[in-house]
């Protein structure tokens, strides 16, 4: 499974340092929440962990390898990202977009395998899509075509999954169903996952780890339970955070 190295990270957007010195180690089955108010450097964070945004100082590895020296197709079958913007309406079914996820694994682009067909048709059902395979992707709404986002990275079975807010464009009940399947498929084939987020509650509730970007590139690392205290989130956000327990749950909210 991908082992992931952050050592001495520090990335710039001009003059606004969104990171310095941040080192993070995320090994099998462990799952990692990103948060951060907006402009944090999130996203920025995520596209460098695939290459696509060179570090100003330190290294990312994947096992034992910088991921800047990695072909894309070596990279894309061990990791597996949702973009913040989802996917485009493209002009092909949901099914046949559902397959460009088995891309980086198939041996032959003329014809498709029986077990890549059977994985795709299972990330469809995972998010309730398999009645819709032979929908037109440019007919369906914002919140289905974020479904089928999901459903194609699923599909991927990367061993690493990198997710820029995914609940995007849908309602709750999504929302905890699609955190749900992935943490579960992280289970099952002791994957990883980043999630980058603004809902505090969802990283606490499916994040054990978090990493919290704070203003001048600084950043708090460790247990969810640890990190996500009040004073640490209304320092990290700007405003008064308090919180309210249940048993094992707890609730987070702006005051």
Known sequence: ????????????????????????QIGENERWGLLGKNGAGKTTLLHALIGQRHADQGSIQLDGNSVYDLKQRELASKVGILFQQGIEALPATVFETVMLGRHPHT?????????????????????????????????LSG???QR?????????????????????????????KLLSVLTNKVAETSASLIMATHDINLAFRFCENVILLLEGGESLVGRSVDVLTEKNLSHAYGCPIKSVSSGKHRLFYPT
């Open 148 to 176: 089928l986002a999901l459903a194609m990275l699923l599909a991927q079975t990367p061993q690493l999954f990198l997710l820029d807010e995914p609940s995007n464009h849908l309602d709750v009940a999504f929302q905890v």
């Open 1 to 24: 499974m991908a082992n992931l190295k952050i050592q001495s990270l520090s990335l710039q957007i001009e003059n606004k340092i969104l990171c310095h010195d941040l080192s993070v």
């Open 143 to 145: 919140g289905e075509l």
């Open 107 to 139: 041996q032959s682009l003329l014809w498709d395998d029986q077990k890549d067909i059977e994985i795709a048709e299972s990330a469809l059902a995972a998010f309730d899509l398999d009645q819709l395979k032979e929908r037109a992707v440019d007919t």
